[in-house]
Structure formats: C-alpha cells, structure tokens
C-alpha cells in the first residue's frame, strides 16, 4: 500500500497553506483549504494561487473528488466555489460548525 502524497502550497500574503493530496494508486484526490488572492489596496480578487493547484493537479493527472474547508477562514478568501467550478466532479465540503459562524456574520453584516 502506497502512503499518500500531500503537496502544500504557501501563500504568502495570509501566511496560510493549502494541500493537494493524492493517491498514487487511484489518483484520488482533494484540495484543502484553497486561497483565492485579494489585494486590499484594490479590493480585487484573483486566481493565481487557485491555478498552481490546476496546473499540480493537470500535470500529475489527479482525480480530484474533494474540496476541504477544515474551518472558516477569518485569514484569506477561500478558492472553493472557483475551483469547483473547473472541477465539477469535485464536492466541496466543511465542518457543520460553520453554521453558526454563518449566523454569526449574517446578523453583523445584515445578510439576511
């Protein structure tokens, strides 16, 4: 049995992680905890973090199935729904948890 492989992934500008883990008999995969760029000065997002992952993924032909969010994310922007998009085959996938953060910043942000 091959242990899997686990390729991180810094992003500087939050100072967080991201993985790709792989089965290598498979190449079952799934991304955790993607970062999607934003620069404060502009207020703009962007894909540059997102696409190394693509391009990891492309290059060692992985399936991937999962998209993991082990938290919510108060240090950068998450990549998840961007990626899934260019995955579908990829759920997308957190902790029950999140609910209450979810009320939580509804009730701040009177979302709804």
């Known amino acids: 049995m091959n242990a899997p492989t686990v390729q991180p992934f810094f992003h500087a500008d939050s100072n967080t992680w991201s993985y790709l883990v792989a089965d290598p008999a498979s190449r079952a995969a799934a991304i955790i ?4 760029d934003f ?3 502009s207020g703009r997002t962007s894909t540059t973090s997102a696409q ?3 391009d990891a993924i492309a290059r060692d032909g ?3 199935q999962w998209i ?4 919510a994310h108060a240090d950068h922007l998450t990549a998840a ?3 899934q998009q260019r995955l579908p085959q990829a759920r997308v996938a ?3 948890g999140i609910r209450a953060v979810q009320a939580t910043f509804r009730d701040v ?3 709804g």
Not at 68 to 71: D, I, M, V
Request: aromatic share 8%; glycine share 4%.
């Open 33 to 36: 905890d993607p970062v999607l």
């Open 39 to 41: 620069d404060p000065k």
């Open 52 to 54: 190394a992952l693509l």
């Open 62 to 64: 992985l399936d991937v």
């Open 68 to 71: 993991l969010e082990t938290h």
């Open 81 to 83: 729904h961007w990626l």
């Open 94 to 96: 957190i902790g029950a």
């Open 109 to 111: 942000y009177a979302l």
